[in-house]
Structure formats: structure tokens, C-alpha cells
């Protein structure tokens, strides 16, 4: 790690202004383990040792020829760009800085008929923009890139030929925004550099080379990164989804409002290989008097403590995004392995609660097509056939590889196979025996990581002893 960035660390944890242990809330309402806050750059020496990271970050990234002239958006922006400027001017390059006043109209009236760019330049910038400059737009943080996209239009509309070069910020989270977008990786790909002091992977590393983080804190920063980090350094650290479940299994789905009933259940199967374990509903979910879902765990763990216990809401993600914390905090306190998500309200919610439920350290299970009639709006539905392409694409790109899909529909379980070759997806299928789907049709096309979710044929078989014989007739058919 370059000299720079340790000595940026070690001032900024000096001054409390980068902090870990947490939780800290964000604006974006997620718990993260570590907290920076630039506007506490406040006095003197503060300036100095800040203006000077950002002058080595930006000389080391692009080099002193890569660009002519900061350019800070209000507010933040404006203390910064004079702060890297003294800073640079320090280390041998004296470049010009400038800044745009938030109150000046700049669009509308203000640029029609008669009205030049080098006016419109006069009335709203503060500093000297030449035509021909390479710019550098600075602040503190890209959340969601906002500040930077506005300052791009207010130079369309008082420069010529200007060419924005870089973004300068002083660190990056290394996170996706709320609709499971890095906005890092947006202004990227718009062909601009963003040049970080640090990253948050930096002061992981950092932290990690000084043994300055205890066993749980590591596990915050590894889950909190797994829940809300961009591909990339969930990539380096290698965050990635193992198999809930190996091979292919049948899993029982016990929609029964009865304790008893269920530990029926699990004793009649748990002793078949095959089995790869329960589906809770929520009837089970609700419990009865005197028990609760825990009670469930706690009863499909005694009899079977190597198999997966699941929850299914029925459906969980159809809420607003806030809900999906108080959600996975619930079914960690009640000992699921997984969850179940169908997030039909919107590609916020669904970011949300799957983030919420991976830093909880829940596995994560997401559907969006259903088994019976009347669901998509080609058949009649409300929901868009193509969303449902859309909720398990964004799923993947956060990370997650467990799927479900309709068993009864083979051509659906196909089609999403090689929609999401690229995660290596592992598949769970309900519609069987009931709906009309066979699991050996359904395994002939599912590949190997597969697992069926069959309910009323097992559950509803009888006794004990039936209800094992149901449960080695259908794992027969994988």
C-alpha cells in the first residue's frame, strides 16, 4: 500500500474521523462497521494533511500533465478543491481550482437567445475554466453520484471543449447504491477516472496488517462487504455464495399450523440421504400457543441437525426496503439457515432485503416467477413477464445464486438456467404432484445442483411410516 494512503489512515483514525466498531447507521439506513466523515477535516493542520493525500492520490493516478484545473461542486467541494490545490502546489504542480455557485440560474432563461457560454461562465463559476481545460471534479464520497453528474451539466453548459477527466473523492466505500448499482462503476464506465485516497478495502487491509481487528470485527467488515460491496471486492476477498445444499435433494415443504405435525415430519424423513431439508411456512412461522418459529428450528435441528432449515414468508420482499432488517434480524433470532425472497415491490426492496438478510449471515433464496395461472401478464396477471428476468438478474449481480423456479414449467427452468449461467445458479422448484409436475421431468432439465420442493404428497401421506415411504418415492426421481 502506497505511503500516502497508510499515512491518510493512521491521521484520519487519529482524528476520529475514520472510525470502525459500529455499527453506524447510514443515510442509506445500512449498519457498517466503520464510519468516515470528511466535514470533520476542520482546522488547520487537518486541511493540510488532507489537501496533500488528495494531491498524491490524484499525481499517482493520473499524473500532473493528466489535467488542468480542479472543479468543486457546493458545498463540500468548494474547501476542497483550494485544500488539493495548496496540496499539489506543495508537491511541485500549481494548477487553477474553480467552483459553481448553487444559486445562480444557470439553465431556463439564464442561457437562451444572446446569452454566451463565457457570460453564463461569469454569472455561475467561481474561479477561471478555460475552454480546452482537462478537469478534475472533486468531493468527499460518491454515493450516488449526484453532486457529480450536476457539476458535469453546469460544464456542457458554460464550457466548450472542456474534457472532464477524472473524479477525485477521498474514499470509496466499494459499495452498489440502492437499486444495486455501484455509482463508482457508472462514471467509470462514462469513460471518467475515479481516483479514491482510499478504498474501503485499503483500511481492511490496513486494519488486518496492523492486527487491529478482533475475529468479529472481521466478520462485520466480511459480511457487511458480502451484503453491499461492489463485484469486484467482494471478488478479492472471495465472498461468494457455497452451495446451500450439495447435489440434488428434495426438500419437504411443511405448510402444517401444527408442532406436532411438523416433528412428524422431520422424524419420517430426516434419516433419508436424499432429504436436504425443510421448507417452513407461515403457519409455522406464526406458531401456536406457546411456541413460535424458533420452536420449529429448534425441533427440525434435533431430529436433523445437518439439514437446512428454510423459511418461506409467503412472500417475504413485498415490503418497504426499512422492513428487510427487522426481517433478517428475526429469522437470525429464531435460527434459520436461509430465507425465501419473491421481491415484487420494486428493485429497492429487493436490494435492501436481500442486503439486509446476507449481513445477517442468512442464506439467501430468490424467486419472482410463481407455478399456478394467472401470474405473469401474458397469462392474464399483473406482473410483467420480463420483470421477472429483471428480479433475478439484479439478485445475481448482488451476489446470489440460489433460485426459485417453477418445477411444473419445464421450457421456465431452462430459460433461466442460461439466463444465469454466469453464478452458476443452484435451483429450487416447487409445483410438483399437486401442480401437476413431475421431479423426474423437472431433473432431466434442471441440472446438477437442483433441489425439488415438494409439499402435500409427503406431508399429507399419513402416519410416519407413510409419510417416509412418500419421501423416498419422490427422491427416487432425482
Known amino acids: 500500500m502506497e505511503a500516502y494512503k497508510k499515512d491518510f489512515i493512521e491521521f484520519a483514525m487519529a482524528k476520529n474521523i475514520l472510525k470502525k466498531g459500529g455499527p453506524f447507521t447510514l443515510k442509506s439506513g445500512r449498519k457498517s462497521p466503520y464510519f468516515f466523515n470528511a466535514g470533520d477535516f476542520s482546522d488547520g493542520e487537518s486541511a493540510e494533511r488532507l489537501g496533500l493525500a488528495y494531491a498524491d492520490a490524484l499525481l499517482g493516478s493520473i499524473g500532473a500533465d493528466g489535467f488542468d484545473v480542479l472543479f468543486g461542486p457546493p458545498y463540500k467541494g468548494i474547501s476542497?478543491?483550494?485544500?488539493?490545490?495548496?496540496g499539489l502546489k506543495t508537491r511541485g504542480a500549481n494548477k487553477r481550482f474553480a467552483y459553481y455557485r448553487k444559486e445562480e440560474k444557470v439553465g431556463g432563461e439564464a442561457s437562451g437567445a444572446g446569452v454566451s457560454k463565457a457570460d453564463l461562465r461569469k454569472k455561475s463559476v467561481v474561479g477561471?475554466?478555460?475552454?480546452?481545460?482537462?478537469?478534475?471534479?472533486?468531493?468527499?464520497?460518491?454515493?450516488?453520484?449526484?453532486?457529480?453528474?450536476?457539476?458535469?451539466?453546469?460544464?456542457?453548459?458554460?464550457?466548450?471543449?472542456?474534457?472532464?477527466?477524472?473524479?477525485?473523492?477521498?474514499?470509496?466505500?466499494?459499495?452498489?447504491?440502492?437499486?444495486?448499482?455501484?455509482?463508482?462503476?457508472?462514471?467509470?464506465?462514462?469513460?471518467?477516472?475515479?481516483?479514491?485516497?482510499?478504498?474501503?478495502?485499503?483500511?481492511?487491509?490496513?486494519?488486518?496488517?496492523?492486527?487491529?481487528?478482533?475475529?468479529?470485527?472481521?466478520?462485520?467488515f466480511m459480511r457487511y462487504l458480502r451484503a453491499w460491496g461492489t463485484r469486484g471486492v467482494r471478488q478479492k476477498y472471495g465472498l461468494v455464495d457455497n452451495d446451500l445444499i450439495e447435489g440434488r435433494t428434495v426438500i419437504p415443504a411443511c405448510d402444517t399450523p401444527s408442532l406436532q405435525r411438523f416433528e412428524?415430519?422431520?422424524?419420517?424423513?430426516?434419516?433419508?440421504?436424499?432429504?436436504?431439508?425443510?421448507?417452513?411456512?407461515?403457519e409455522l412461522g406464526y406458531g401456536g400457543k406457546g411456541?413460535?418459529?424458533?420452536?420449529?428450528?429448534?425441533?427440525?435441528?434435533k431430529h436433523a441437525p445437518n439439514k437446512l432449515v428454510i423459511f418461506d414468508h409467503q412472500k417475504a420482499g413485498t415490503d418497504i426496503p426499512d422492513t428487510g432488517e427487522n426481517f433478517a434480524t428475526k429469522m437470525n433470532e429464531a435460527g434459520v439457515d436461509a430465507v425465501i425472497l419473491f421481491p415484487e415491490a420494486g428493485p429497492v426492496t429487493q436490494v435492501r432485503w436481500v442486503g439486509e438478510a446476507l449481513q445477517?449471515?442468512?442464506?439467501?433464496?430468490?424467486?419472482?416467477?410463481?407455478?399456478?395461472?394467472?401470474?405473469?401478464?401474458?397469462?392474464?396477471?399483473?406482473?410483467?413477464?420480463?420483470?421477472?428476468?429483471?428480479?433475478?438478474?439484479?439478485?445475481?449481480?448482488?451476489?446470489?445464486?440460489?433460485?426459485?423456479?417453477?418445477g411444473n414449467r419445464l421450457d421456465r427452468v431452462k430459460y433461466y438456467r442460461e439466463l444465469l449461467a454466469d453464478v452458476d445458479p443452484v435451483f429450487f422448484s416447487p409445483g410438483f404432484v399437486a401442480q401437476g409436475g413431475k421431479v423426474s421431468d423437472a431433473a432431466a432439465v434442471a441440472g446438477d445442483k437442483w433441489h425439488a420442493i415438494v409439499g402435500r404428497a409427503i406431508i399429507n401421506a399419513g402416519d410416519v411410516e407413510a409419510m417416509r415411504k412418500a419421501a423416498l418415492e419422490q427422491t427416487s426421481q432425482l
Not at 80 to 86: E, K, S
Not at 132 to 158: F, H, N, R, S
Not at 291 to 301: I, N, P, Q
Open 80 to 86: 476542497l478543491v483550494v485544500m488539493t490545490a495548496v
Open 264 to 282: 412428524e415430519i422431520v422424524k419420517a424423513t430426516a434419516d433419508n440421504p436424499r432429504i436436504g431439508g425443510y421448507k417452513l411456512g407461515f
Open 360 to 406: 445477517q449471515g442468512l442464506g439467501v433464496i430468490v424467486g419472482a416467477e410463481m407455478t399456478h395461472k394467472g401470474y405473469k401478464q401474458s397469462e392474464g396477471g399483473w406482473i410483467r413477464d420480463d420483470a421477472l428476468g429483471e428480479m433475478y438478474t439484479l439478485a445475481a449481480r448482488q451476489g446470489v445464486r440460489h433460485f426459485v423456479v417453477p
Open 128 to 220: 477561471t475554466l478555460n475552454d480546452g481545460d482537462k478537469i478534475v471534479i472533486q468531493d468527499d464520497v460518491i454515493t450516488t453520484g449526484g453532486a457529480k453528474y450536476e457539476a458535469l451539466d453546469i460544464l456542457k453548459q458554460v464550457t466548450n471543449f472542456t474534457t472532464p477527466v477524472a473524479i477525485a473523492i477521498a474514499i470509496d466505500r466499494q459499495e452498489i447504491g440502492e437499486y444495486g448499482v455501484s455509482a463508482v462503476d457508472q462514471l467509470t464506465r462514462s469513460g471518467l477516472s475515479v481516483v479514491p485516497i482510499i478504498t474501503a478495502s485499503d483500511f481492511i487491509d490496513y486494519l488486518s496488517e496492523k492486527n487491529a481487528l478482533t475475529k468479529q470485527e472481521q466478520t462485520d
Open 291 to 301: 411456541w413460535g418459529l424458533a420452536d420449529a428450528v429448534e425441533t427440525a435441528k
